[in-house]
């Protein structure tokens, strides 16, 4: 073990959640292994299927799956059955194609306890307005419930409780893997942290930037309330693109293998130049 007990925190991001596989990719191949991941939203799906696989194998299982069919059917209605739906509903999108996708991946009675490491995610209760970690029972279900973006999939059910995207309360889920015990931890986010905000300039980017605002606030104090003895690496994404803020980016999986290559290259450089074991308790 490098340095105690290592984490993966996968962030939320959408389809920009390729960028994790790279990042992943770097790091199996500088020798990390994850003793715990904790996962919100896409990188609750990328998340899972590292706990089910922590190795560098699962990145070449991760690059199949985004180029595949699968994945580009999640978000693949055709804009008219997308208005008829939201007519009649509360979202765009039917939830069928990625709970096909995630019970092909990790066997659609899978549960946490089938999994190789431990494995949290983070939703967002409609009941409670509050953040909720899954981390027993079914996998699928729990999966499902991080990823359930308002407005494009519909809140999850689970025990008389509904939950939605977990992005909402908890997009790049630091504490959890403190809580947990971790002493390394390396963020998996896709990019946005990296780049400047500017003044909203049209209807849809109001909500984007308040948005951000948001997550990067709780992302900035928790980076700042760390606990002694406890490294944190932000990797890199790689640098994104104008597109990515786009509201109709979310359906974009043409910059897939572009988005992976860049984040590996920019993780892999980031690793060597700048993380170290940390010294076990009784060196220090």
């Known amino acids: 073990m490098i340095g105690g007990p290592v984490a993966f925190v996968l962030?939320?991001?959408?389809?920009?959640?390729?960028?994790?596989?790279?990042?992943?990719?770097?790091?199996?191949?500088?020798?990390?292994?994850?003793?715990?991941?904790?996962?919100?939203?896409?990188?609750?799906?990328n998340g899972a299927l590292v706990a089910a696989e922590p190795g560098e194998a699962v990145t070449d299982r991760l690059v199949r799956l985004w180029a595949s069919p699968e994945a580009a059917a999640v978000y693949g209605d055709s804009i008219g059955r997308q208005l008829r739906r939201f007519a009649a509903r509360t979202h765009l999108h039917s939830p069928l194609p990625l709970r096909r996708l995630l019970a092909g991946e990790l066997g659609g009675n899978a549960t946490f306890a089938d999994l190789k490491v431990p494995f949290h995610c983070c939703a967002a209760s409609i009941e409670r307005a509050a953040e909720h970690w899954f981390d027993s029972g079914p996998l699928v279900d729990a999966v499902l419930a991080s990823s359930a973006v308002p407005g494009l999939l519909p809140p999850m059910a689970i025990d008389g409780e509904h939950y939605v995207d977990g992005g909402i309360v908890n997009s790049i889920p630091i504490s959890e893997a403190v809580r947990l015990g971790a002493r390394l931890i390396f963020v998996l986010q896709v990019g946005r942290v990296e780049r400047q905000l500017s003044v909203p300039r049209r209807p849809w980017e109001v909500a984007q930037v308040?948005?951000?605002?948001?997550?990067?606030?709780?992302?900035?104090?928790?980076?700042?309330?760390?606990?002694?003895?406890?490294?944190?690496?932000?990797?890199p994404s790689g640098?994104?693109?104008?597109?990515?803020?786009?509201?109709?980016?979310?359906?974009?999986?043409?910059?897939?293998?572009?988005?992976?290559?860049?984040?590996?290259t920019a993780s892999r450089r980031y690793l060597a130049a700048n993380v170290h074991p940390l010294p076990e308790p009784g060196d220090r």
Do not use: C, K, N, Q
């Open 11 to 45: 962030g939320g991001g959408g389809v920009l959640g390729a960028v994790e596989v790279g990042m992943l990719r770097a790091l199996f191949r500088a020798g990390f292994r994850p003793d715990v991941v904790v996962g919100t939203s896409i990188g609750a799906v």
């Open 239 to 264: 640098g994104g693109e104008s597109r990515d803020d786009s509201p109709w980016a979310y359906r974009d999986m043409a910059r897939v293998g572009r988005r992976i290559s860049r984040a590996y």
């Open 210 to 235: 308040a948005f951000e605002i948001a997550r990067r606030h709780r992302f900035a104090r928790e980076m700042a309330s760390l606990p002694a003895g406890v490294r944190v690496h932000v990797l």
